[in-house]
């Protein structure tokens, strides 16, 4: 079936980075583009941005230029999303999903990065 | 950017209520907004799409309308498994945004 499964749980210390993995599998990876979002504890869901898997354009909302990067590997059918500079306030559950209207509309488990002293 | 507003932020509902969740864009959207389920601990769920449009697979007290830049997700006959927080998403200009959410909890 048509699923995006994420890589496990993440704690990290200020100012570190870190890479999530988001894997497609059911469908053609290069048919839709692949967004990432995220959700601080207890808050709602924020877009950060999409990358084209087909030519890997990307586009990221501005609050995350210049410290997330979104990658991918069309060979494994896998998005990466990496933030540096790691603050306490990103501390959150990350989303790898389709959102696009025509594509399947899933979303990964989703990935907690813990960031602690 | 294009901002979402909901309306109410949350609600209490009992079996079988019809509930009306509305999202309003800051300007034109057109008809690109989807709605989305997400329940404690899980990723968000695709309901609707294009304002109007049923994810295949939703059940069908599930709909979506559209008046202007005001958007409204319709529960006909609420069930025990709708109970959770409701999400809308513009995808109409980058950057996408959400909405701040609804949540439905029991009477």
């Known amino acids: 079936q048509v699923q995006l499964v994420q890589s496990g749980a993440e704690v990290k210390k200020p100012g570190a980075s870190v890479k999530v993995s988001c894997k497609a599998s059911g469908y053609t990876f290069t048919d839709y583009y692949l967004h990432w979002a995220r959700q601080a504890p207890g808050q709602g869901l924020e877009w950060m941005g999409w990358?084209?898997?087909?030519?890997?354009?990307?586009n990221y909302a501005q609050k995350f230029q210049g410290r997330v990067t979104v990658t991918r590997d069309t060979s494994i059918s896998t998005s990466y999303m990496e933030i540096s500079s790691l603050r306490f306030d990103d501390t959150a559950v990350y989303y790898c999903?389709?959102?696009?209207?025509?594509?399947?509309?899933?979303w990964g488990q989703g990935t907690l990065v813990t960031v602690s002293s | 950017d294009i901002q979402l507003t909901q309306s109410p932020s949350s609600l209490s509902a009992s079996v079988g209520d019809r509930v009306t969740i509305t999202c309003r864009a800051s300007?034109?959207?057109?008809?690109?907004l989807g709605w989305f389920q997400q329940k404690p601990g899980k990723a968000p769920k695709r309901l609707i799409y294009?304002?109007?449009r049923l994810q295949s697979g939703v059940p069908s007290r599930f709909s979506g309308s559209a008046s202007g830049t005001e958007f409204t997700l319709t529960i006909t006959s609420l069930q025990p498994d709708d109970f959770a927080t409701y999400y809308c998403?513009?995808?109409?200009?980058?950057?996408?945004?959400f909405g701040p959410g609804t949540k439905v909890d029991i009477k």
């Open positions: 294009d304002a109007s």
């Open positions: 999903a389709t959102l696009a209207p025509s594509g399947p509309g899933v």
């Open positions: 990358i084209n898997p087909n030519n890997s354009a990307t």
């Open positions: 300007q034109d959207i057109r008809s690109g």
């Open positions: 998403l513009q995808y109409s200009n980058s950057p996408f945004t």
